[in-house]
Nanobody, 116 residues
Framework: QVQLVESGGGLVQAGGSLRISCAASGSIFRINLMAWYRQAPGKQRDLVASITSGGNTNYADSVKGRFTISRDNAKNTVYLQMNSLKPEDTAVYYC??????????WGQGTQVTVSS
């Protein structure tokens, strides 16, 4: 069993910054990729950013230049540094882990609210 625990969400004013974290534990096997998704009310869950075990990153166009994904392999933790936040970034942010066996796991989500 794999557990993903997100932390660091909250309320911030537009233009501000937040860093959210996701720590993985349990029978992780070997991590292939970790990613952040977000889901706003009434909308689908969309990819925000991902990072492979080798450090390759991918970002949604809407967050390029503002968000940075990073990971600490020793701690099985992934981070999302969010700068220049906009009200449209308001959503529940979910962490996802994909292991080398093809299994995927989701965290419980952390709320990020950006006020105008």
């Amino acid at each position: 069993q794999v557990q993903l625990v997100e932390s660091g969400g909250g309320l911030v004013q537009a233009g501000g910054s937040l860093r959210i974290s996701c720590a993985a534990s349990g029978s992780i096997f070997r991590i292939n990729l970790m990613a952040w998704y977000r889901q706003a009310p009434g909308k689908q869950r969309d990819l925000v950013a991902s990072i492979t075990s080798g450090g390759n990153t991918n970002y949604a166009d809407s967050v390029k230049g503002r968000f940075t994904i990073s990971r600490d392999n020793a701690k099985n933790t992934v981070y999302l540094q969010m700068n220049s936040l906009k009200p449209e970034d308001t959503a529940v942010y979910y962490c996802k882990l994909l292991n080398a066996g093809g299994a995927s796991y989701w965290g419980q989500g952390t709320q990020v609210t950006v006020s105008s």
